[in-house]
């Protein structure tokens, strides 16, 4: 059992900056990845960025260059470094962490969602 929790949400002003924090535990044998993805009201979730264990990283377009993903293995924990926001950031973020747990001697694929943290960037 994995559990994906998601910290660091709020308001923030256009132009600000948030991070936001998420971590995995549970019965964790290794994870290979860890992403954050966002869903605004009437939109579909989409990728904002996703890390693997090897420190391989990918953004959304419309991140680039303001977003920045990192982690931390020891604490099986990732992050996101969100500058220069704009209204079209507000989102629920979603964290998505896929590997392998290992329970009662038996190892298995998870990909387990954490339950979201409220992004909001107003005036």
């Known amino acids: 059992q994995v559990q994906v929790v998601e910290s660091g949400g709020g308001l923030v002003q256009p132009g600000g900056s948030l991070r936001l924090s998420c971590a995995a535990s549970g019965s964790i044998f290794s994870i290979n990845a860890m992403g954050w993805y966002r869903q605004a009201p009437g939109k579909e979730r989409e990728l904002v960025a996703r890390?693997?264990?090897?420190?391989?990283?990918n953004y959304a377009d419309s991140v680039k260059g303001r977003f920045t993903i990192s982690s931390d293995n020891a604490k099986n924990t990732v992050y996101l470094q969100m500058n220069s926001l704009k209204p079209e950031d507000t989102a629920v973020y979603y964290c998505n962490a896929a590997g392998i747990a290992m329970a009662t001697l038996m190892k298995y694929e998870y990909n387990e969602w954490g339950q979201g943290t409220q992004v909001t960037v107003s005036s």
């Open positions: 890390i693997t264990r090897a420190g391989s990283t």
